[in-house]
């Protein structure tokens, strides 16, 4: 059974399989309309979404499939008590396949644990969204026509911006890839990010300033400074509109420049730059579907395939991180793993542990 917790979980061939398919699903869908006749997607969102919910049911609808699901946890067992792993080993008696988005991370490696059908990571807390890598993977191969020897601007909330760290891991995996992070410095990437950036040996700058490399990049990914993973109003406040993307602020951009965003926007970007042919993140939001589409055959069909859940080591050591779901969740195993520096890792958030 293959679930995809972590972009990662795809190889580099795998990933161009579903970008193969998608691209094919949006020239002949109607090849598509029955292909999951009869199976079908829950949808158990503990937290709000639009996009990652609604392009899931929409994606699995068009296959010719049915969709069961919540959409916030207080009209599940949740807020009665229910630890995830209880509610995931009973939605996988009632569906084949598990969209699940929750606020805590690690959640969803915690949930495939005890699933007996495949989970898909909806996003967990502020540590993974790779379905909105598929998006933003496919919606830069059919806007600039490839996915290497790309210069890609990562700007805004570095640290809690959970689709940031999704595509970084995906990225770094082709070739010729240079990234410009653009942030403040309370909003810079978790360390995880940083040892993968390193241990990779990518070409990496580092600004405040979001048109110092402006003329530079191929791919403007802007976010959403994420109010709700701070720990205070205050800090938030302080950062919250540290960049807006204008037509002013464009102005030394390619014309062949890309700008995506995986929305929700707030005030990141102006507006007035919708119009603009280079804003691609409306387009980003159909390609979201169509990956979703190509995803759930992927994986209903890999079925057999071997299991790839991470395995880690049994650690009386306690997660420093508390929004991991080892200090959320009673009764948790906690586990570490060693990354490629050997430095020890909690195995469901990635923290390190000291
Ligand atoms: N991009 C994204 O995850 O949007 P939603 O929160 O609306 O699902």
Redo the contacts with the bound molecule.
């Keep these: 059974m293959r679930h995809l917790l972590d972009v990662c979980d795809l190889s580099v061939e795998e990933l161009n399989e579903l970008i193969h398919t998608a691209e094919d699903i949006a020239a002949h869908g109607e090849k598509y309309a029955n292909v999951m006749s009869g199976k079908k997607l829950a949808t158990l969102f503990f ?9 899931f049911e929409a994606a699995m609808l068009q296959l010719g499939g049915s969709v069961i699901g919540f959409s916030e946890a207080s009209s599940s067992s949740a807020s009665k008590g229910e630890c995830v792993g209880d509610t995931v080993r009973v939605v996988s008696n009632y569906a084949d396949i598990i969209a699940m ?1 929750h606020p805590v991370e690690g959640a969803a490696l915690a949930a495939a644990e005890r699933s007996e059908v495949p989970i898909v990571n ?2 967990d807390g502020g540590h993974c ?1 790779p379905t ?1 890598t598929l ?1 933003d993977l496919l919606t830069i191969h059919r806007e600039l026509k490839r996915l290497d020897n790309l210069t890609i601007g990562l700007c805004g909330d570095l640290l809690y911006g959970r ?1 940031v760290h999704s595509l970084i891991n995906a990225m770094l995996r082709y070739d010729g890839i240079e990234f410009v992070l653009i942030s403040p410095e309370q909003l810079q990437l978790p360390d995880y990010t940083v040892q993968a950036l390193e241990a990779a040996g990518a070409k990496v700058k580092i600004t405040r300033y979001l048109e110092e490399y402006m003329q530079d990049l191929d791919v403007l990914y802007m976010t959403r400074v994420q109010r709700e993973r701070f720990p205070n109003l205050e800090d938030y406040e302080r950062v919250k509109d540290c960049y807006v993307l204008t037509p002013e602020t464009l102005q030394k951009a390619k014309p062949t420049m890309r700008i995506l965003h ?3 926007r707030v005030n990141e970007i102006a507006k007035s730059v919708d119009d603009d042919p280079r804003a691609a993140y409306f387009r980003q ?1 159909l390609n ?1 579907k169509l990956m979703r589409m190509a995803l759930i055959m992927f994986l209903l069909e890999h079925k057999s395939a071997e299991g790839k859940l991470p395995k880690g080591e049994k650690s009386c050591s306690k997660c420093p991180n508390p929004k991991c779901i080892t200090n959320v969740e009673n009764g948790f195993e906690m586990k570490t793993r060693r990354d490629e520096k050997g430095t020890l890792r909690c195995l469901y958030c990635e923290h390190e542990i000291i």
């Design positions: 937290e709000p979404s639009t996009r990652t919910r609604l392009s988005r909806a996003g969204h909105q998006a689709t995986p929305l929700p939001t979201g």
